[in-house]
């Protein structure tokens, strides 16, 4: 959008991390590092840019969204619901029996979600799948996906990276598509660039045929520009390399490798959140702080 | 009828039903001169796609054509599909994703390319996910039906095709119904339950034993999942012997199922012909000989099951 609610959408962010910790907190596991670090990409997409109706989640024109990354699905949760497509209220039943919200995305059990993911590299060959099949059915909707950095070393993604600007020949061609990656250096194990290194990855991408973007996936400013960008390219798809920070909002989770797939005990979670609502902390904060504080207490 | 391989009959099918369905598309990894698509390919080449030897990134762009109201007919060798089992798994059975996987080159009966050719653990892998139905076809007349069938199929679903002629089992009147097994010879002494390359042999060698005065009911299995628990059954109870023959591995393919259904419902005597080791380069007629699933193999076997 040409001039997005920067405060507004930095305002949703905030909320969405604060909820990303209540979630883990009660769950007792998950990723708060990758959700914390593309928080902020998601929120620009789901309350800024794309077309959807959450009371029609099926709608054949809204514009898809996949999130390869799947273990980072606390902070689509978080989207979704904000959005309108479940009640707030069920976002604590993450991880538990019986709910929707499983660990990773289940397109089954929730309406909303496009493609299970989770197993890693498969969300973009689906996406790249998805933006022919409109393309094919001459829709105008965009096809979004979110990528990990520690993904990319699968296979499959390299498959998809390069087929995808050359799939649907010259009269399909997949400016529908924009991959988004999550850069925030860490995986499991440790540092992306440790482990292996993805580097020089805009070289590798333009050599695949991609229109590629470089930017700070924190600015929403840049977000949207950049999404703005994607739009306006003809002819092929685009691929935003968006630099994050593991963590991000929470000093003592950013950039270390151990709160990629640690949930925090709820004394570590009110620290947390007390961090990223400031002071003075928005209204909303204080009914969520009560209610982790009794989980302290019990 | 003459013989036809089940992947030429496809190949002939989907260029037919491809005219009256647009929705229909197919995807290829570098195979579509072998999987049979490439006519289909040259009369709708925006809707044809080969991924290159890609398969993983083939099954998930299918996947997504699946969710966006296309019928895409995701095809290679059996063997890569399965080997691409987890993508499989996640994006299009966990998803429900409508996808057709086609696996053509099943079985030792490819011969001469030898084992990382054959396709001789996919129903294994296949058959232990929820929701995708196996289907097998005996010859040219199922072939068509079961691509038919598939297209209007509302979920995922596996094809099995061979690379091999296939006699014809059947008459111009079968009707192929997903989900059901057929008798194509009544009998009361042994249950022959069989399916894709060796039907023909099967029906043969029920010929023979007939002969020799055994009267050996053989049954085509062309939708190996769902099972049709209610033919087998029913042939199981009349005939308290039963036989499966398949051209796969002898572990999770149909005699395995058979035999689950079998020991939890109506416990029966039960050999299972199939394959038991890795394939090998060679001449189908000494590759089927060799692994019991020739005439002669499969009337010897039911002979020594029945101590005749």
Redesign the interface.
Known sequence: MANPDVAKLESIAREGRVQIIRMLAHAGSGHPGGSLSVIDILTTLFFDRMRYDPKQPRW?DRDRFILSKGHCVPAQYFCMAKAGFFPMDRLITLRKLGSPLQGHP???ALPGI??????L??????????????K??G?GARVYCVLGDGETQE??VW??L??APK?G?P??RLDNLCLILDYNGIQLDGFVKKILDLEPLTDKLKAFGWAVIEINGHDIAQIDKALDQAAATKGGPTFIVAHTIKGKGVSFMENDPEWHGKAPKPEEALRAIAEIAGTPAPAWVAPIVAEISAMVKS | MVAKASRAAFGEALLELGARDERI?TLDADLSKSTMTMAFAKKY???A?D??I?E???????????????V?FACSFACFLAGRF??I???VA????PVKLVGTHVGVAIGEDGYTQMGLEDVACLRSLPNIPIVQPADESETRQAVAYAVEHPGPIYLRLTRQNLEPVHDAAYRFRFGKADVLRPGHDVSILVTGGPVANAVAAAGRLAAEGIQAEVINVATIKPLDEETVLRSASRTGHVVTVEDHSINGGLGSAVAEMLGEIMPTPLKRIGVTTFGESGDLKGLYAKHGLDVDGIAGTVRKFLNR
Do not use: C, W
């Open positions: 054949e289940d397109r089954v496009e493609a299970a993911t989770g197993s590299g498969q969300g973009i060959s689906v996406a790249a799948g998805m933006a022919l099949g409109l094919l059915s829709k296979g499959q498959e998809s390069m087929s799939l020949g009269n399909h | 598309v080449p925006e809707r796609f991924l290159g890609a993983s990134g083939m099954i998930g762009v299918a996947a997504g054509l699946a969710l966006t109201g296309h895409p987890e993508t798994r996640v994006s966990y998803s429900e994703s």
